[in-house]
């Protein structure tokens, strides 16, 4: 079974702009989830999705947004740009509550 | 706020011994308890979980202890070897939620 997938695996953008990052999980999970991952705050939980419905979401602005489509892929968007969105943004799967969560590779984010 | 306390912040153990690494909760609604383990450029992956019915639990040079009453669990990594160098990070999460909570993490180094 392919892994969970996660495009670009590098970004560079300047501060203002926008941008979305894209997850396929592993086939059959339904369950997709999202990390900011930085030096200095460390693992952070952004949002997770099952069945395209957001059903829990992080300490995070509303700059941060997600969407997950019916065939569970999943996008994370920010807007506005600020330099300290800079981290690697990782996205993991699972098929159930409580289950392991499989972690991609993670897209690094760099915000100049 | 960190809802899982990891120490120590990084170690250095020489080959063949023993890596012990400490993670405390409050939260007494988390009752799954992943390890993770992440290395440069790759996303953090699976290494070994405990619910809290078990005290104690061990795959292969890995275990976890748990203590219930003192919101504490570790990890030991017995025979540490050069390839076990990396970052390790406790997580926590609730009944039916994708959410975890993760620690800050310690970064292990194995001296050959």
């Known amino acids: 079974k392919a892994g969970v997938t996660q495009t670009p695996r590098y970004l560079i953008k300047t501060r203002g702009q926008q941008v979305t990052l894209s997850c396929s999980p592993i086939?059959?999970?339904?369950?997709v989830s999202w990390y900011q991952q930085t030096p200095g705050q460390g693992l952070q939980f952004l949002f997770e999705y099952f069945s395209e419905t957001q059903r829990n979401k992080g300490n995070f602005p509303g700059r941060f947004s997600g969407r997950q489509f019916s065939n569970s892929r999943s996008e994370m968007n920010v807007s506005t740009l600020e330099l300290g969105d800079s981290a690697l943004y990782l996205c993991a799967s699972s098929p159930g509550p409580m289950e392991t969560q499989y972690f991609g590779p993670g897209t690094r984010l760099l915000v100049l | 706020q960190q809802q899982v306390k990891q120490s120590p912040q990084s170690l250095i153990v020489q080959k063949g011994g023993i890596s012990i690494i400490n993670c405390a909760y409050e939260?007494?609604?988390?009752?799954?308890f992943p390890w993770y383990q992440q290395f440069p450029g790759k996303g953090p992956a699976l290494l070994i979980a405990?619910?809290?019915?078990?005290s104690e639990k061990k795959e292969g040079r890995f275990t976890i202890s748990f203590n219930k009453s003192a919101k504490q669990f570790s990890l030991h990594i017995m025979d540490s070897q050069p390839g076990d160098s990396a970052t390790y990070f406790c997580?926590?999460?609730?009944?039916?939620?994708?959410?975890?909570?993760f620690g800050a993490g310690t970064t292990v180094t194995v001296r050959a």
């Open positions: 939260n007494t609604a988390f009752d799954y």
């Open positions: 405990i619910r809290p019915d078990v």
């Open positions: 086939s059959g999970h339904r369950s």
């Open positions: 997580a926590a999460s609730e009944s039916n939620d994708y959410k975890l909570s």
